[in-house]
Nanobody
Framework: QVRLAESGGGLVQAGGSLRLSCGAS????????MGWFRQAPGKQRDMVAT???????NYADSVKGRFTISRDNGGDTMYLQMNSLKPEDTAVYYC?????????????WGQGTQVTVSS
């Protein structure tokens, strides 16, 4: 079982910055891909950014140039540096990890952390 623990959400004014963290723990051999997704009230959950084990990143167009995804050297902790935040970035942000374990691939989600950007 894979456990993902997020932290770093909060309330910030437009133009400000926040840094989200996500730590993975539990039973797995390696992490294939990690990513951040977000869901605003009444909307679907959308991809924000992803990063592979080799460091290849992918961003939603709406956050390119403002957000940066990264992983630590061990690969089990992921970060999302969010700069120049806008009110439309307000959402619950979820950590996601695709891991390789004893029974193959697993897709896991964190509990979510609220990010609120005031205008």
């Amino acid at each position: 079982q894979v456990r993902l623990a997020e932290s770093g959400g909060g309330l910030v004014q437009a133009g400000g910055s926040l840094r989200l963290s996500c730590g993975a723990s539990g039973s797995f051999f390696s992490i294939k891909t990690m990513g951040w997704f977000r869901q605003a009230p009444g909307k679907q959950r959308d991809m924000v950014a992803t990063i592979t084990g080799s460091g290849i990143t992918n961003y939603a167009d709406s956050v390119k140039g403002r957000f940066t995804i990264s992983r630590d050297n061990g690969g089990d902790t992921m970060y999302l540096q969010m700069n120049s935040l806008k009110p439309e970035d307000t959402a619950v942000y979820y950590c996601n990890a695709i891991t390789i374990g004893q029974f193959g691939l697993s897709n896991s989600w964190g509990q979510g952390t609220q990010v609120t950007v005031s205008s």
